[in-house]
């Protein structure tokens, strides 16, 4: 700085501005014309008021842009965090409208089952492995459940209980290698046993075994329980057919079954302890 104010050449620059400034101050009166010197003096000076203005206003702008930044910055977190709140309003709306789906599905299988007593359970446990072939559920002896109690979602037929303790007890589906349930076709009125093998059990299907040759079975049958076997009431949807098969040996068929619970995702299910016919 101190260079600057020994240079010639700036000072000397400097004392011709401070003239030319002092002059223009002088001018300023308003006049219906102005000399050839005012005028020169006016040409001068112009140019360099027209420089000042722009650096002033490019300083401005320089600085007002930052401003503008930061608020643009503040207003994009504030319309985040409103999103966020958005996004958790909806999620909690849509766990409501799913509890509300499940307890309408509970109220109209109460319904539909009104001469049965229920007693609901959540699962708490299951096997190794993506299917529900055997689990845990939350209920026990103190709440009047037993073996061989029938097992049910709103869906259709789970299985039934094969052990149990005070709080809790254990049930095998009908995918389950192990399991067996009487069935009877709706359509035809065939009686015959659903029971699975470990293939189908991998693929969450069981089949419809003992058919007579002559059995007219069709993709789409519904295939309800038969109440024989002194398990299940009459009645429980089981699924549908999906394809009919023959036998090795060429005498009898069998079809495969589509259960109408889906046993990958069961979170909660009913178990009847006690129904018309016993």
Known sequence: ??????????????????????????????????????DLIASIITPMQS?????????????????????????????????QKLKSTIRQLEQYKLENERLKRMLDLRETLADFELVGAEVIGKDPGSWYSSFTISKGTSDGLAVKQPVITSSGLVGHIYEIGTNWAKVISIIDVGSSVGAMVVRTRDVAVVESDVDLQQEGLCKLTYLSKNASLISGDIVETSGLGGIYPKGLLIGKIREVKPETAGISQYAIIEPAVDFQRISEVFVITNYPSR
Request: hydrophobic fraction near 45%; proline fraction near 0%; charged fraction near 25%.
């Open 51 to 83: 420089l000042f203005t722009n650096i002033t206003d490019g300083i401005t702008g320089f600085f007002g842009y930052f401003t503008d930044v930061d608020a643009i910055k503040e207003e994009n977190k504030q319309k985040t965090e409103e999103i």
């Open 1 to 38: 700085m101190k260079e600057l104010f020994t240079n010639k050449h700036f000072i000397l620059l400097l004392v011709v501005t401070l003239i030319l400034l002092v002059m223009a101050a002088l001018y300023t009166t308003e006049r219906e014309s102005v000399t050839f010197g005012e």
